[in-house]
């Protein structure tokens, strides 16, 4: 089955304790991203990537990393997390960006609490 | 930055109404897509627009380019209680260059009373 699969689905951290956030896609799809939502925001770009190698920052990308060393994987790092993270995150991909309108893939989401 | 406004932010509804949302920009726009969140879940694109006036349908579902390029709109028709959700509208950023960034609408509610 084609998904985009995130781990953990919930996680509650303290202030500082670095986390990592797993996204992994079975669609070889050369265009990934992590988004962040938040009640009235809706979803904001948080890095992108276009393919191995290649990251770029999104909207709101201050207090996270990220890393694409294998075309299915991308990570999302927050080295030293704070209650302003805390919020539902998203990892997408897709076959070609959104600019060409083809839309992404989502997983299903972590929820992650900073105390 | 570049945000997209939906309209109405929530909407309560009876079982077997219609239901109309729409979404506006302040810029031009060359592709509209509209995602439905289930409770719980990742976003699922419904209906992706790709030219200034077009119409398509998914089911239950319409959707609609603006002619201004700057507004789409959706449509479902005799909603169901699976229907509820949170509805999402979004397109590339507007001159974008190489990025392939896709902006967000805030989104809207909706909950259908059986």
């Known amino acids: 089955e084609a998904q985009v699969t995130q781990n953990p689905r919930y996680l509650i951290t303290v202030t500082g304790k670095k986390l990592t956030v797993t996204c992994s896609q079975n669609?070889?799809?050369?265009?990934m991203s992590w988004y962040r939502q938040d009640p009235g925001l809706g979803l904001r770009q948080i890095y992108y990537?276009?393919?191995?190698?290649?990251?770029d920052k999104g909207d709101v990308p201050e207090g996270y990393k990220v890393s694409r060393k294998e075309k299915r994987n991308f990570p999302l790092i927050l080295e030293s997390p704070s209650p302003n993270q805390t919020s539902l995150y998203f990892c997408a991909s897709s076959l070609l960006g959104g600019e060409y309108g083809y839309g992404y893939t989502f997983g299903s989401g972590t929820r992650l609490t900073v105390v | 930055g570049q945000q997209l406004n939906q309209s109405p932010q929530s909407m309560f509804i009876q079982e077997g109404e219609d239901v109309s949302m729409n979404c506006t920009s302040s810029s031009i726009f060359n592709t509209w897509l509209w995602y439905k969140q289930d409770p719980g879940e990742g976003p699922v694109l419904l209906i992706a627009l790709y030219k200034a006036g077009e119409l398509t349908s998914n089911g239950r579902l319409t959707a609609q380019f603006g002619i201004t390029r700057k507004d789409s709109f959706l449509n479902i028709s005799a909603s169901i209680p699976s229907d509820v959700g949170i509805y999402f509208c979004?397109?590339?950023?507007?001159?974008?260059?190489?990025?392939?960034?896709?902006?967000f609408g805030t989104g809207t509610l909706l909950a259908v009373q059986p």
């Open positions: 979004a397109g590339p950023k507007p001159y974008g260059g190489a990025t392939n960034k896709l902006i």
């Open positions: 669609m070889n799809h050369e265009y």
């Open positions: 990537s276009m393919n191995v190698e290649v990251t």
